[in-house]
């Protein structure tokens, strides 16, 4: 199964962090030939805002003193097909 | 072929998106896996002047040597290779991870200092003036 990675970079823009990540794979799970990871957060302590990792997008709102996770799963243009609300003391990025 | 290298760069973003653009275009294109692929492994750049200069200080730097060449098992192992106090090194690297620079790997008790993302060198490339020339920057291809 061949990969090769067309895009890891990590912009930091003072205390704001942005990775992208492209993989151009054959593996018959990814059937775009694509993969793709998308990072927007802060070092300030407020963490990861959005992540998108494949067609699922993860983003975090804080409300109470709590962080909320919510993943929905996208499928091309489409907005949304179902979204599921966790708790979530940490999300980080796995690169 | 990919380098595993850590790429750092300042005030290059543009030129990143520009060379990764090409090179999806080149892949859609049907170029081989080798032609499209990044360069190096993996690319941080930083956009202010207090960052760079952070990750430059003599400190940190004596350190992100001692980690790529010498390969410390542990903080405290890498504290007495550069011959400086536990503390203060237990900082530096700290402000090293927060930066995206290292990151721990967790051995038994100890944790080891090892380059962002398991490259096994690092490459600075800070470029005056800055252009959005993409073939003219040092250390992004397409």
Redesign the interface.
């Known amino acids: 199964m061949?990969?090769?990675?067309?895009?890891?970079?990590?912009?930091?823009?003072?205390n704001r962090?942005i990775r992208?990540k492209?993989i151009?794979t054959d593996d018959s799970q990814y059937p775009s030939g694509y993969r793709y990871a998308f990072h927007y957060g802060y070092?300030d302590g407020r963490g990861t805002i959005l992540r998108y990792l494949e067609n699922l997008r993860f983003s975090t709102t804080h409300r109470n003193g709590h962080r909320f996770e919510t993943t929905t799963r996208t499928r091309l243009s489409v907005d949304t097909s179902a979204t599921q609300q966790t708790a979530s003391p940490k999300s980080s990025f796995q690169? | 072929m990919t380098e595993n290298t850590l790429t750092i760069t300042f005030q290059q973003a543009e030129q990143h998106r520009q060379a990764a653009r090409e090179r999806l275009r080149r892949a859609e294109a049907g170029d081989t896996d080798d032609e499209v692929a990044q360069d190096t492994r993996f690319i941080i750049n930083f956009e202010a002047f207090d960052d760079i200069a952070r990750l430059m200080r003599t400190s940190n730097l004596e350190l992100i040597e001692a980690i790529v060449s010498e390969e410390p098992a542990s903080i405290r192992q890498l504290a007495e290779t550069v011959d400086r106090d536990y503390r203060e090194v237990h900082r530096n690297l700290g402000e090293l991870e927060s930066l995206g620079v290292i990151e721990f790997k967790q051995e038994g008790s100890r944790k080891k200092p090892i380059l962002r993302g398991g490259t096994e060198n690092i490459d600075f490339s800070i470029r005056f003036p800055r252009s959005t020339d993409r073939s003219g920057v040092s250390g992004v291809s397409a």
Do not use: F, Q
Request: hydrophobic share 30%; charged share 40%; proline share 0%.
């Open positions: 061949g990969h090769s990675v067309i895009e890891d970079v990590e912009d930091r823009i003072e962090v992208r492209i151009k070092t690169g």
